[in-house]
């Protein structure tokens, strides 16, 4: 937990009521993990690196303007709870799981945020015009926007925390005409993973 905070501090101004509030999450999602597979339980020990300081870094990709942020297969709140409770952007949250559903409402609830939550099949969800588009361990590249496909406008930015797998499921990038990768970033807290940065064109 300490390297996490360290960053947390230094790179995201971090106030003592946000880090109150990073820690009932943190909390809140150990103790639903017993119920719900939410996490890797490989990974229940190292929620503060391997989660939500992960979560944390697209921080330093959102415009400091407020926007709109659409997150998918939201399950466990990563990224969308995390970044409504160090931002103050609009985050809609997307999931089909019914009980999923409940633990993403119940950390709302509980912190206080303003984020909402859509109990819907991803493929199924109207068009909201969201500004972002975020993922995290969700789908693959090619399935990814295909399922989002209703949520594609211009203007609209995707980023995806990716892992090692990232260039091949950009083998077919090109067949999405109005999708182009805008950059790829290190991740901070895996050495093979990224955030991939893709744009959303007008090309008719």
Known sequence: MSDALSVLKDNY??????LSELSYFHDLL?????RLNLISPKTINEIWDRHILD???????????????????????LPGIVLSILTNHEIHLVESDQKKCAFLRTA??????????HETRLEEMPGLKADIITARAFAPLPRLLALTQKQHHPKLRFLLLKGRDVSSELINIDSWQKIRVANQHASITSEDGCILELQCDDVS
């Open 13 to 18: 101004n971090v106030s003592h009521e946000t």
């Open 30 to 34: 150990f103790k639903w993990q017993k």
């Open 55 to 77: 979560s944390a870094q697209l921080c330093r990709f959102l415009p400091k303007n407020p926007c709109c942020i659409l997150d998918v297969g939201s399950g466990a709140g």
């Open 108 to 117: 709302i609830s509980r912190i206080n945020l303003k984020a909402s939550v």
